[in-house]
Nanobody, 125 residues
Framework: VQLVESGGGLVQAGDSLRLSCTSS????????IGWFRQVPGKEREFVAA????????TYSDSVRGRFVVFRDNDKNTVHLQMGSLKPEDTAVYYC???????????????????WGQGTLVTVSS
C-alpha cells in the first residue's frame, strides 16, 4: 500500500493549512486512516483518525476543535484541515492505514500498518 501526503509548508500562527493523504488502492475508502505527527527527539503522536463510516472520526485533545479530518472518496483522499495553527503544531505529519478494513478510528500507532513518507508543517510565531 502506498500512501502519499501533501500540503505541508511554512505558515504563521493562526493560519490554516490542509494536508492530503492519497492512495491509488481501490479499497482505500474501506480503511481507517490516521494522522500522526512527530518532532525530532519525540515519539510519533496521534492527531486524528477517520474510519470508513461517514462522520466517524476522533481527535487528540491538543487539536480537537481546530483540526478536521474528512474523506473525499471520489478522489481516494483523506484530508486534514488544520486551523488556528500554533507553533507547537510544527512537526512532520504522517498518514497511515489500518491493517484491516471496516474498523473504528484507532488512536494507537500499533493499529496502523502502512505509512506515508510524511510532510513537514512549520508554524512560525
Amino acid at each position: 500500500v502506498q500512501l502519499v501526503e501533501s500540503g505541508g509548508g511554512l505558515v504563521q500562527a493562526g493560519d490554516s493549512l490542509r494536508l492530503s493523504c492519497t492512495s491509488s488502492v481501490r479499497t482505500f475508502n474501506t480503511y481507517t486512516i490516521g494522522w500522526f505527527r512527530q518532532v525530532p527527539g519525540k515519539e510519533r503522536e496521534f492527531v486524528a483518525a477517520i474510519s470508513w463510516r461517514p462522520g466517524n472520526s476522533t481527535y487528540s485533545d491538543s487539536v480537537r476543535g481546530r483540526f478536521v479530518v474528512f474523506r473525499d472518496n471520489d478522489k481516494n483522499t483523506v484530508h486534514l484541515q488544520m486551523g488556528s495553527l500554533k507553533p507547537e503544531d510544527t512537526a512532520v505529519y504522517y498518514c497511515a492505514q489500518t491493517r484491516a478494513p471496516f474498523t473504528i478510528p484507532f488512536m494507537r500507532r500499533e493499529d496502523y500498518h502502512s505509512w506515508g513518507q510524511g510532510t513537514l508543517v512549520t508554524v512560525s510565531s
